[in-house]
């Protein structure tokens, strides 16, 4: 059972991050200069703190990440935005649908290093041009995620920063192993979604 809700923990996140880990920065909470410029150079930054609660009981996650796209936010987004797509550009989606209506995502994720196949169905606006957007996961592992999504153009590029936070039940994974593969995963995966991104 362990080994189960370990590999739900890191492909959940992956899904998570593959979808939000591209947007921009959060009105109220700018980046400061300093990272602004190391954006500038290195393209992506992030920031996990993930902490033990109540004699590990339970844990708390708290995460950011930020990336500076090449070009403005109309190219970035042209393709971003695509949910339905994404079984294209990404090899670990297998299956992508969204709903225009009730603005519900469905992706089903498989990989050969995958323990298990897994499906998720979440509510997000297309995220087609700058603004800030909210997202949370009602039901199922990690139920109560919440993070904010914006987008926003610096200097005639596009700049992406993702705020999020969940507490609850521990994941009977080590805080500092769940912390550094989350990052890892992040950085991996906004990368990624910059560079498919920078042609119509």
């Not at 603004?131 to 700049?159: A, M, N």
Request: charged share 25%; net charge positive; aromatic share 16%.
């Amino acid at each position: 059972m362990r080994c189960s809700r370990k590999g739900a923990m890191r492909y959940f996140f992956a899904a998570i991050f593959l979808l939000i880990g591209f947007f921009t920065y959060a009105k109220g909470q700018k980046l400061s200069q300093k990272k602004l410029k190391y954006l500038e150079k290195e393209t992506t930054f992030s920031k996990v703190i993930i902490e033990d609660l109540e004699k590990g009981k339970k844990q708390k996650l708290d995460y950011s990440i930020a990336g500076l796209h090449k070009k403005k936010c109309q190219i970035a987004l042209s393709r971003l935005s695509q949910y339905e797509r994404y079984s294209e550009f990404l090899d670990i989606v297998k299956k992508s649908r969204y709903n225009e209506k009730n603005k519900f995502i469905y992706l089903h994720l498989s990989h050969t290093f995958m323990p298990f196949d897994m499906s998720l169905h979440f509510k997000l606006d297309r995220v087609s041009k700058p603004g800030l957007y909210h997202f949370s996961f009602d039901s199922g592992f990690l139920t109560g995620l919440k993070g904010t999504i914006d987008i926003s153009e610096y200097k005639k590029r596009c700049l992406f920063h993702t705020k999020a936070s969940w507490s609850g039940p521990h994941t009977n994974i080590s805080s500092t192993l769940f912390s550094f593969f989350t990052k890892a995963v992040g950085t991996i995966a906004m990368k990624r979604l910059l560079k498919i991104s920078e042609i119509y």
